[in-house]
């Protein structure tokens, strides 16, 4: 048995290295996962007061900030706002003589939503929101709430704070008139369903299954991919809406299992958020062995538990990122970050969610002695890629947006004279949200952020091949783009070597 099992590991490991090395793209990641939660990542969930001092802190200040255990999963969030406001700090160009600083919103990543909860009143059935502030301060802190658009919209109407949501867009949350206070940095997904449809027809998968969440957004989804798909030739074989309710979905959760056990759909498309009862559905048809090319969005790029797997490499996930530029400085960030000043221990972080550039694999000579059970002593002898989540690079560009909105706050105090008169805490915080929506910068890495125009943005995505398999080891390939304001018929990209890379393995019909 066991040398079934290095067989099998050896023949897997030749095959990718063919993709590795005939794939022209070169975003390409092993990763590993070890974690005691079996059922893949846990929700994360963080919720942050950012706000400037014209005074430095002292080196220990976050030291007193996290006194409570921090999940792994949400160890990104945290890394990536220590990074941005000491990148930011050590900027004499952007907030001069001024310190920026973050704390969590309700002192803990997880008590934001219990303590929100306490603090509605029912009356007569229906909830009744405090809306109100009294300070006298001159000074506005922002929030930054993500990626659960539920809890940012509790907390968007609890308070009259201007928040930054660092999630994938939604338009519960894009109302002007309710919401004024509240802006997004993320994209619109305006162009996706016609990219999914793209792709589908590039392949000829011409019968697909279709699950959303049962919600505005699911629904202008389902519209949106129905037109598009109606003017390629292709059906929907099946629609499934999940309802939010864990209660109703419980009551029907058989009749989903079946559709998606007995059709004959080999490709599924799956949109709606992670943490929700579509979430919990994803993860009862992998267990159940459903076998299907599963086509999503990137906050879908989850490692399963899978116990079994196959040698049929064209089945997976495939997942439409928004492309996004690379960030070096972070890497060497982690690598020589003052742990007294930063109270993190990024061992943790490595422990819990590695990516491995694949050249690493591709030129490595023990790659054939790799079994799932020492794949630790593996990875301690080779660098590691941490690689940012679209939430974890939103944060960041949601930090710098905060930055920006600051600066040029000041610079109008400075230039009108009225610094020295106080105002209340609700004007100041009006200004400083005007201003938000107006901010138009340029990150460090290149990328122009423009806080108006995010959902009329021509958004390209990256397309990724997702392979998971048992222990946590998974394999991430980048195997084309799509980019929506080229020429009709030339915004899709997939790589001319990617059936051949698999050594004449057939891609799946679905027809």
């Known amino acids: 048995m066991k040398q079934l099992c290095a067989f099998t590991i050896s023949f897997l490991f030749l095959k990718f290295s063919l993709i590795l090395c005939c794939l022209t793209e070169a975003s390409c990641f092993w990763r590993i996962k070890n974690s005691e939660d079996n059922d893949g990542d846990l929700q994360r969930e963080c919720h942050f007061y950012l706000g400037a001092v014209d005074k430095p802190i002292e080196d220990n200040f976050y030291n007193s900030l996290l006194k409570f255990r921090i999940a792994a999963s949400e160890y990104e969030f945290l890394l990536v706002m220590f990074f941005a406001t000491d990148e930011i700090n050590k900027n004499p160009y952007l907030l001069p003589n001024i310190t920026l600083m973050f704390s969590i919103i309700g002192g803990n990543c997880h008590d934001l939503l219990r303590g929100l909860d306490q603090a509605y009143t029912q009356i007569n059935g229906h909830m009744n929101f405090v809306n109100y502030f009294c300070y006298l301060d001159d000074s506005c802190a922002i929030g930054l709430t993500g990626p659960s658009w539920k809890t940012s919209l509790k907390l968007a109407m609890h308070s009259s704070m201007p928040l930054v949501f660092f999630g994938s867009f939604n338009p519960n949350l894009h109302d002007h008139d309710r919401l004024h206070h509240v802006h997004q940095v993320a994209t619109k997904d305006t162009h996706l369903s016609h990219g999914i449809v793209s792709l589908m027809f590039h392949f000829r998968w011409t019968w697909i299954g279709l699950v959303i969440s049962d919600d505005d957004k699911g629904i202008q989804f389902l519209s949106d991919l129905r037109e598009e798909s109606q003017r390629h030739g292709i059906c929907l074989a099946f629609v499934n809406m999940i309802p939010e309710n864990m209660q109703i979905y419980m009551t029907r959760a058989t009749i989903y299992d079946k559709q998606i056990m007995t059709s004959l759909a080999k490709v599924v498309i799956i949109y709606g958020e992670m943490n929700s009862t579509l979430e919990v559905s994803f993860r009862r048809w992998e267990n159940l062995g459903a076998r299907r090319i599963w086509i999503t969005t990137s906050q879908w790029d989850v490692i399963t538990n899978k116990k079994e797997f196959t040698l049929n490499l064209f089945h997976g996930t495939i997942t439409f990122a928004h492309r996004r530029f690379e960030i070096p400085k972070f890497k060497k960030f982690m690598q020589t970050m003052n742990t007294a000043k930063y109270p993190v221990d990024i061992s943790h972080t490595i422990l819990e969610w590695n990516y491995f550039n694949c050249s690493i694999s591709k030129n490595s000579s023990k790659m054939d002695h790799i079994t799932f059970n020492n794949t630790l002593e593996w990875t301690a002898l080779h660098n590691y890629d941490m690689v940012m ?87 991430k390939v980048k195997i084309g783009s799509y980019l929506p304001c080229f020429p009709q018929r030339q915004e899709l990209h997939i790589s001319d070597d990617l059936e051949w890379a698999m050594g004449g393995t057939s891609i799946w019909n679905s027809v």
Request: glycine share 4%; proline share 3%.
């Open 389 to 475: 989540s679209d939430e974890g690079y939103n944060l960041y560009n949601a930090v710098y947006a905060v930055a920006h909105t600051y600066h040029e706050h000041i610079f109008q105090q400075v230039e009108s004279q009225k610094k020295a008169k106080p105002k209340r805490f609700f004007t100041v915080c009006q200004q400083v949200s005007s201003l938000m929506k107006t901010r138009v910068f340029t990150n460090p890495v290149g990328e122009l952020v423009n806080m108006k125009h995010r959902e009329n943005q021509c958004t390209e995505y990256d397309i990724f091949l997702i392979w998971n398999f048992p222990q946590g080891l998974g394999l």
